[in-house]
Nanobody
Framework: QVQLEESGGGLVQAGGSLRLSCAAS????????MAWYRQAPGKQRELVAHIGRGTDTNYLESVKGRFTISRDSAKHMVYLQMNSLKPEDSAVYSC???????????????WGQGTQVTVYS
């Protein structure tokens, strides 16, 4: 099967930066969609950034120009570079990945365990 492991969260002062990483392991033939979501206490989970099979990306309006999603398919990694962090960015961030398991179109979609990002002013 496929497993996802996130890292890179932590405590940072407003204006600072963090880089989140999501490592996929297992029987992976290729990657389809990859995304980062976040959920703050008392709020609904929201899509922060998404990258498709090509290079197309899209972002939550409030993070545009500050966050960048990228991936290294060869290393089975997806990243979220977060700059100019604000207290309102504080949340649990989770990666969501869809992978191709074979050449027949079999896919797997799963979530990482989540990593806490806390931004203080």
């Amino acid at each position: 099967q496929v497993q996802l492991e996130e890292s890179g969260g932590g405590l940072v002062q407003a204006g600072g930066s963090l880089r989140l990483s999501c490592a996929a392991s297992g029987n992976i033939f290729g990657f389809n969609e990859m995304a980062w979501y976040r959920q703050a206490p008392g709020k609904q989970r929201e899509l922060v950034a998404h990258i498709g099979r090509g290079t197309d990306t899209n972002y939550l309006e409030s993070v545009k120009g500050r966050f960048t999603i990228s991936r290294d398919s060869a290393k089975h990694m997806v990243y979220l570079q977060m700059n100019s962090l604000k207290p309102e960015d504080s949340a649990v961030y989770s990666c969501n990945v869809e992978v191709r398991l074979d050449t027949m179109g079999t896919t797997w979609n799963g979530w990482g365990q989540g990593t806490q990002v806390t931004v203080y002013s």
